[in-house]
């Protein structure tokens, strides 16, 4: 018989995978920073190199921030889920 620990470790690092082929796709697949900021805020060529730079830095951490949090409140939900099943069973 399958452990509810197993259960849930295998339910975990499935959510785990799955967010981060989310992410990687998000960001090697079309990513453009100007999503979330603006580019049009500056003009000389080296502050728009670095203000590149860090928004593109900054729309990743938002980006991985965003998805880590779906996936913890995903896996928080099927956690508890899954307790409630076994728990409240009324075969056992």
Do not use: C
Request: glycine share 6%; net charge positive; proline share 2%.
């Amino acid at each position: 018989m399958v452990r509810k620990k197993m259960i849930y470790k295998i339910i975990k690092y499935g959510i785990i995978l799955i967010v981060w082929i989310v992410v990687l796709k998000l960001a090697f697949h079309d990513f453009k920073p100007e999503y979330l900021i603006s580019w049009n805020a500056f003009s000389n060529w080296w502050i728009d190199t670095y203000a590149g730079l860090f928004k593109m830095i900054l729309s990743i951490i938002l980006g991985i921030t965003l998805i880590w949090g779906i996936g913890w409140l995903l896996w928080k939900w099927l956690r508890a889920f899954f307790i409630f099943i076994f728990r409240h069973n009324p075969e056992s």
